[in-house]
């Protein structure tokens, strides 16, 4: 008899551990379990079949979503609920190349293990659970590539080891290094959207949504966050087809490209010049192969604007006509004090003057629908990682926008209008915040360095962002009015984006739901 028998409850698996697969099966033939409903983030799983040297030598024997059983049927993967992946493995019946088996789970798109809440992995026999492992990614930082499990062949017996290795890299490069001859297309999502030459003359009910903050916050680049975020939901199986004109789809591609080579130097510059010309950015949402019927219209205004006495009522314009507004927040201006303990959020957030005129339009019927505001800190890495550092981070903003909310809070007939939030991004993900330099004119330069081990782009949270602005204007907007189906996809894929944990994410003022 068995150890699991006699214990007559699952064995519960550690880190490190490592026993004779019959002590915990009693056969050959098990499920593995892999249960990521609980996870936060969107995950994928792979099962890799090796040879005796660790290689990939045949392309059959990796299972994942594309590729779902073996030629002998000796792995095969099922899905029988949301989120959670079931392998059934049949060891006797494996090829007898194969020598070893891993278990990996990969995060998909721009997130890291270290955002995942819960995993739960079981051995199953006759549905009967046998042996269980828990783990969450609190040990993780910027990692995307987990070797949870090892099955491996000791002699005639088979064994299991219990890893939990993460790996900073993504799945195609775990491949490569294993010799896979998988070409990284046949593994890649290819996000589906379409390219039109213009699109401002198709009538569609429209969102708009503005950026608000000084010059050089980085607003363009929080808007490229965004769109290159949301791509991910466009590619998992929601239904979704977003249409771009070529300029919007020129200039926030272009960005993108500028922060993803950011990260390839060791140090990052903080101080951004920000853009002289205003730019609108479209984007159109729908069902595939269907006209869209949501168009999405961004305001990226330039922050010089704010002081320029002839542009702000343009500014003020923009306000008037958007129903979400996006205070976006230099955090390291925000955060970081100089040698004499002075403060550069006036000199480059310039609450001061956004308050101004944030109060002017408000004055002017800002509030006579009901508007969602979100102040983003950006390029928040270095603080919001932590629990403890966030709340930093929103003490500091209360603190230095308190004027606007206490108007917001006391206002006769506005209070009631308003919905605001703290909602942090990490434009880049893999730099934290390492020194403040003065150089020419006393100017502030905000010095980031990459993270020892990682070559990524890794943003965070920007697609949250839009979801929180998708959900404010599906509910709050009168002039909005989609399909049903239109409406499931988006649901469903707010309820994927929703369950993650958006560290940093207050509530100021209001309620974000309905």
């Not at 915990?24 to 936060?40: I, K, M, P, Y």
């Amino acid at each position: 008899m068995q150890l699991n028998t006699l214990m007559n409850t699952p064995i519960k698996l550690v880190t490190g551990q490592r026993c004779n697969i019959l002590n915990l099966t009693e056969s050959s033939h098990f499920q593995c379990v892999v249960d990521l409903s609980q996870a936060g983030l969107p995950l994928d799983v792979f099962l890799f079949g090796l040879d005796g040297d660790g290689n990939l030598a045949d392309e059959q024997y990796l299972i994942y979503y594309n590729q779902t059983r073996s030629p002998d049927n000796s792995l095969v993967l099922n899905y029988p609920q949301e989120g959670i992946s079931c392998f059934d493995i049949h060891l006797d019946a494996l090829a007898t190349w194969i020598e070893k088996l891993l278990l990996v789970v990969t995060v998909e798109g721009a997130g890291t293990l270290g955002q995942i809440r819960s995993a739960t992995l079981r051995l199953e026999v006759h549905e009967q659970v046998t042996a269980l492992f828990e783990w969450s990614g609190d040990s993780c930082r910027t990692e995307q590539v987990i070797v949870f499990l090892q099955f491996y062949k000791r002699g005639q017996c088979w064994r299991l080891a219990v890893s939990a290795e993460a790996q900073v890299g993504q799945i195609s490069d775990f491949i490569e290094a294993r010799g896979g001859v998988i070409e990284r297309q046949s593994i890649a999502i290819e996000p589906p959207f379409i390219l039109a030459e213009d699109t401002s003359c198709w009538p569609l009910p429209a969102g708009n949504i503005t950026l608000l903050g000084g010059r050089g916050v980085g607003k363009t680049s929080l808007l490229a966050t965004l769109y290159g975020q949301f791509e991910y939901y466009l590619a998992q199986g929601f239904n979704l087809q977003l249409t771009l004109d070529q300029r919007t789809h020129h200039l926030l591609t272009d960005k993108l490209g500028q922060l993803q080579s950011a990260v390839e130097d060791e140090i990052v510059q903080g101080i951004l010049t920000g853009d002289t010309d205003r730019k609108s950015y479209h984007l159109l949402l729908g069902l595939p192969l269907k006209q869209p019927e949501l168009r999405l219209i961004l305001q990226d205004y330039p922050g010089g604007w704010l002081k320029q006495v002839e542009r702000i009522p343009e500014v003020i314009h923009f306000l008037q006509n958007s129903s979400v507004i996006l205070w976006v927040v230099d955090t390291a201006a925000l955060m970081v004090r100089g040698s004499k303990q002075e403060s550069y959020s006036t000199l480059i957030n310039q609450p001061l003057n956004v308050k101004n005129i944030f109060v002017h339009a408000l004055s002017n019927h800002l509030a006579h629908d009901k508007k969602l505001v979100l102040f983003v800190p950006v390029k928040s890495e270095s603080w919001t990682d932590e629990i403890q550092g966030a709340a930093e981070v929103c003490k500091q903003i209360e603190q230095d926008y308190a004027p606007i909310l206490n108007l917001i809070r006391t206002a006769d007939g506005y209070g009631k209008r308003f919905t605001v939030a703290i909602a942090p991004v990490h434009t880049l993900g893999g730099v934290r915040f390492d020194r403040l330099e003065t150089r020419e004119n006393s100017q502030p330069y905000f010095i980031y360095k990459r993270l020892n081990g990682v070559h990524s782009y890794a943003p965070r949270y920007g697609d949250m962002l839009l979801m929180y602005c998708l959900y404010h204007i599906m509910h709050f907007c009168p002039d909005v009015s989609v399909s049903t189906s239109l409406k499931e996809s988006l649901k469903n894929a707010m309820k994927t984006c929703f369950k993650q944990q958006h560290t940093g994410f207050k509530i100021l003022h209001g309620r974000l739901d309905h």
